[in-house]
Every structure is written in structure tokens, then in C-alpha cells.
């Protein structure tokens, strides 16, 4: 079976841009599987928590950790960032990864309350909401109501019989309509039980 030659460009233009050969991971060599492929070097919470306490405390992690923090990073993204590093070099498996995200939030907090860092959960917690008084709330649906009244005018008076073909109109003339709904409920109401005479 020949490639087509799409399939041949989109395999040179993945190489040339570094990406993997779509497959490619299903014909590595079963001698050198990736770390994530083999059995996880802690399968026990508690050695994990050991291990991500001592990858914390590493003066180099900690300062980049501390920085981080200060720059309103969040220690959900931090803790995220050190346990799928761990799922990477082979550390634990993705439901040990899950089990360690809070303790690890807990150990990274307790880093920035002992070097006083305020720190938040989650980027951008610290961006306070505008408080908006219901006056100036009420302007901006008054000013809102009333651009919209604007509009409706212009396009009524923008309509035109011209925007439909002359058959149509003919027939729209010519068309007569039944009885409203509403004489018909009238008509029907006189007839009601209660209307009738003993």
C-alpha cells in the first residue's frame, strides 16, 4: 500500500517540528519503556508525602517555590506542577499523584506562612470584584433599555415593501383571514351551560 502524499508531508512537518510520529509510542522498545510505564517507585502515601517534603525543601526548590508564590502563582498550580514531575520520572502512578495533591498544597502553604508570604489557592483569588451600587446599576439597564428602544425604531423604520417580491405582496392582499381566535371564543362563551335558562 502506497502513502499518499499528504500522509507523507504531515509526517515530514511533524519532524521537522519536533513531534512525534503519531504511533511512534506504540513501537518504542519494550527494553526502555518510558518511567511512567514501569511500576512507580512509591506506592505507599506516606513514602510519597516523604519524598515531595524532601523535593520541597531543597534550598533551590524552595526559593523558586517561594518566588512563585509571591508572583500570585497559585499553590494549586505549584503542587499540580511537582506531583505530575514525580508521574513523569516514575515516581507514583496517577491515583498515588491524586492522593498526595493535598498534602503537598499543605506542605507548600506551610513554606509561605514560615517565610510570611501571602500566598493564594488559586491564581488570581486575590483580584477583588468591583462593588457596583444598585443606582449605577440601574443606569446601565435604564441606558441599556433605551439603546435598545433606539434600535428597534431604526430597523422599523428602515423596513421597506420593497424587500419583498411583488407576487408575495399579491398574495398577501389578496389572502383573506378567518375569524379572529378571539370571536371565536366569544362565540363559543354565549353557548356555555350557564348562559342556558332553567
Given amino acids: 500500500m502506497a502513502a499518499s502524499e499528504k500522509a507523507i508531508n504531515f509526517i515530514q512537518s511533524s519532524l ?4 512525534p510520529i503519531p504511533g511512534q509510542s506504540l513501537t518504542n522498545s519494550p527494553e526502555q519503556p518510558y518511567r511512567w510505564e514501569q511500576p512507580p517507585e512509591f506506592t505507599n502515601p506516606r513514602q510519597g508525602m516523604l519524598h515531595v517534603f524532601e523535593v ?21 498550580d505549584i503542587a499540580s506542577i511537582v506531583l505530575y514531575s514525580g508521574f513523569l520520572e516514575g515516581k507514583w502512578n496517577p491515583d498515588l499523584m491524586v492522593m498526595l495533591m493535598e498534602p503537598t498544597m499543605y506542605m507548600i502553604m506551610a513554606l509561605a506562612e514560615k517565610a510570611e508570604i501571602t500566598y493564594n489557592l488559586e491564581a488570581g483569588d486575590n483580584e477583588l470584584k468591583k462593588e457596583v451600587s444598585p443606582d449605577m446599576e440601574l443606569n446601565k439597564i435604564k441606558s441599556g433599555i433605551s439603546e435598545l428602544d433606539k434600535m428597534r425604531q431604526q430597523s422599523v423604520e428602515r423596513v421597506s415593501p420593497l424587500s419583498v417580491p411583488k407576487d408575495i405582496r399579491e398574495m398577501i392582499e389578496e389572502k383573506e383571514l378567518a375569524p379572529s381566535l378571539l370571536q371565536q371564543v366569544e362565540q363559543t362563551a354565549t353557548k356555555s351551560l350557564l348562559s342556558k335558562k332553567a
Fill in 16 to 19: 521537522e517540528k519536533g513531534r
Fill in 56 to 76: 520541597l525543601t531543597v534550598p533551590e526548590t524552595t526559593l523558586n517555590v517561594l518566588i512563585s508564590l509571591s508572583n500570585n502563582v497559585g499553590v494549586i
